[in-house]
T-cell receptor, first 116, second 113 residues
């Protein structure tokens, strides 16, 4: 079965520090990859997505992610975090083989706290 | 900006009672989904719905669960006889294409006592 692993459950950073959140998935076929963010008290919002093409994907709010097919990874990065980035971040996969209508498989999430 | 809205934001119910969670997807979207997140656990897929029928469902979505689009705007999740383990945050989502971005609602926190 497909699964998504996020290595860090809690990350604490100071403002201006660089961020990298790990995400690995287990599925050998074609995948669509997503990062969602959930700010406190708000809904899940899409940060960025990868369907095909350039494996380095740029999203909103200065986030980017790199798809490395050989490593089954889709790590999220931001060069300089802000206090407003405090949120929970979810990696998700949608496998085309599943035939699913956008059946997203989520990782456990990483809770990021940014201190001023 | 169009958004998915869910009501209520929080519902407390007694074990064995029926609950209906309501969602208003984005108006031109055709694909609808329910996910849930038990406290401290992953967001899990429950069901997807297209063209007035279930297109896929997970093992979690047993006979106690049902979905309906009773009119042109609402999309509901019914739990027939709630159990303690149904306590979770339930998220509705919609998309305009099968592989399009899923837009999520703010969730309904269901507490079964």
């Amino acid at each position: 079965a497909q699964s998504v692993s996020q290595h860090n459950h809690h990350v604490i950073l100071s403002e201006a520090a660089s961020l990298e959140l790990g995400c690995n998935y287990s599925y050998g076929g074609t995948v669509n990859l997503f990062w969602y963010v959930q700010y406190p008290g708000q809904h899940l919002q899409l940060l960025l997505k990868y369907f095909s093409g350039d494996p380095l994907v740029k999203g909103i709010k200065g986030f980017e992610a790199e798809f490395i097919k050989s490593k089954f990874s889709f790590n999220l990065r931001k060069p300089s975090v802000q206090w407003s980035d405090t949120a929970e971040y979810f990696c998700a996969v949608n496998t085309l083989f599943s035939g699913g209508y956008n059946k997203l498989i989520f990782g456990a999430g990483t809770r990021l706290a940014v201190h001023p | 900006e169009p958004e998915v809205t869910q009501t209520p934001s929080h519902q407390v119910t007694q074990m064995g009672q029926e609950v209906i969670l309501r969602c208003v997807p984005i108006s031109n979207h055709l694909y609808f989904y329910w996910y849930r997140q038990i406290l401290g656990q992953k967001v899990e897929f429950l069901v997807s719905f297209y063209n007035n029928e279930i297109s896929e469902k997970s093992e979690i979505f047993d006979d106690q669960f049902s979905v309906e689009r009773p009119d042109g705007s609402n999309f509901t999740l019914k739990i027939r006889s709630t159990k303690l383990e149904d306590s979770a945050m339930y998220f509705c989502a919609s998309s305009d294409r099968r592989e399009g971005e899923a837009f999520f609602g703010q969730g309904t926190r269901l507490t079964v006592v």
